[in-house]
């Protein structure tokens, strides 16, 4: 199979093709490949998140016009309020770096991007898990009326908080402690 360019020019003498398991430690890499290889795995991640936070919040806007939404209580409307605003702010946070690679091509500020762009991910990642609760908190609502529902929900957050951000820290403090030179299995 043919190396791409890109790849051949990573590969010169005495130096290694990384594959896709590799970390920063294991690949050598000039400084602007690694900008430029943590640009496109924002922009990666970005098309996933982008495309989950836009279909739920297009269905959260669809709601307000339902018959059964006018029945709903306080409570309900409350909820779906902070959902829907949610919603909108995860939306523009993850859109964000679209925006910041078209206002900044060409400017010379990779590094700076790269740095913006990863907070607005977080930040983007973190408006989605509370859109995603308080969107379940509101169908459970609905369905499961009582106490069941907030702890379902709030165990739902739990889920989220621990998979996606307590063990990747986790991952991240375990690959720490490890002695320079020692790979993960």
Known sequence: MAMTTQAAERSGPGRSRPGPDDDDRESPETPRERVNRRWNEIMQETRVAQTGVQIL?????????????????????????????????????????????RFLSGQRMKDEMVEVAHRLMMCGMVLMALTIGCTLLLILHVVVPGLLSELLAGAVMLWFALSWYALPLWLRRRAARRPDGEDAA
């Open 57 to 101: 919040f297009g269905f959260l806007l669809s709601v307000a016009f339902t018959q059964h939404f006018r029945d709903l209580g306080t409570f309900a409307h409350v909820v779906y309020v902070i959902t829907v605003v949610l919603g909108a702010l995860a939306t523009a946070s993850l859109i964000a770096p679209v925006s910041l690679h």
